[in-house]
């Protein structure tokens, strides 16, 4: 198998020129999807028979829910990346990559706390599946803190993956805390293996808002890792000669 | 792969399913501590604590909702099909609160066997459907033997 582009990702400086090629189409991509699932899930897709109204905030806080566990998703991953092969974009990847998710998760956490009290009748409740969410956003929290009060660069990196890869553990945690636990929280309404517990022109919105929240979190997390590439290798030749020529 | 590389992957390998295993046997152990709230049956076994505050959980049985006429006292029992628990509450019940909805109740268990709660919340199921086919659906639903009905999540 050829593994060429694996390693041309390792490099700062195939990265970033990658990257300013495609962080800002993608960013408009996924904002163009986000403004059509949301309008359509708002305003055009049917209400529904128990709650009404009140269910279209799913367009927001389900995509949120699913972006705060793939970006953690993907930083566990980046951090089994540098904690065995010690590559440079790692690191960089998960500075930029933890505040975007811990956003979603503030997002998802915020939006099910304005869901659940004209439904459940609360703000919020200690089930499994809040409180797990909940745990996620900390560690998040727990990620950021780690990157940004460090001095030793290396330290920091090496401590921001370790609880990276440790906090894997909570992902299953989550999905299944429905399942495992009596909860307030209903179960999943989709699966891969199972039809939506919705009809195609509610969930056709919701996964076009899907689509864009990637979208729009993959383009931010592009921009982010190019300035964050520049900071880091701000003493290379490639860098310095970048800013000379473009002003960057 | 590289002997060192190897070795952290390992390694890492290693923590993790000692780590997670660990965090599994907690969470089992844990596993009454977890649950938001007991069902009937627990209560009529006696698993649930007595003297204290706690929730109970179950679906709201048809036909047992009363309300009183003056004030907003309300009565009514809740299933796991199983067992059934009574439950008494004063004050406003949430929006989704009605027949045959999954509910969990903050209360206590009174002497006589019935729960007095302070706080009731409604649960919601994973299903959504504009109101026309959920009417559709019902229609179809008595029109057809009562064998086909199905029982809701809650």
Known sequence: MNWVWFHKLGSPKWFFQWASKWSTPVFYLGLLCLLVGVIWGLVFAPTDYQQGETYRIIYVHVPAA?????????????????????????PIFIKSMAPVGAAMAAIALISGAIWGKPTWGTWWVWDARLTSVLVLFILYMGIIALQNTLEDVALANQAAAIVSVLGLINLPIIKYSVNWWNTLHQPASFGLTKKPAM???????????????????????MWRMQSEILLRERRSQWVKEKVMNDGV | MHPIRKKRL???????????????????ALQ???????????????????????????????GSVKRDANTLDVVFSVTDFKHSLQIQYQGILPDLFREG??????GKMLSNGVFSASQVLAKHDEKYMPPEVSEALEKAQNDSTPTSSSVNDY
């Open chain 1, 66 to 90: 699913v972006l705060a566990e793939s970006c953690y998703l993907s930083l566990g991953v980046a951090g089994l990346v540098y904690l065995v092969w010690q590559m440079k974009m790692a």
């Open chain 1, 199 to 221: 009809p195609m022109e509610m969930w056709l919105p919701l996964l076009i808002s899907l689509v864009g929240f990637y979208f729009l979190v993959a383009g931010l997390a």
């Open chain 2, 32 to 62: 009454q501590n977890i649950n938001l709230f007991y069902s009937p049956t627990q209560i009529a076994l006696g698993e649930a604590p007595q003297n204290t505050t706690i929730r109970a959980g179950g679906m709201v049985v048809k």
């Open chain 2, 10 to 28: 390992i390694t890492i390998a290693i923590i993790l399913f000692v780590l997670s295993s660990a965090l599994g046997l907690v969470l089992y």
């Open chain 2, 101 to 106: 909805q999954g509910i969990v109740a903050q």
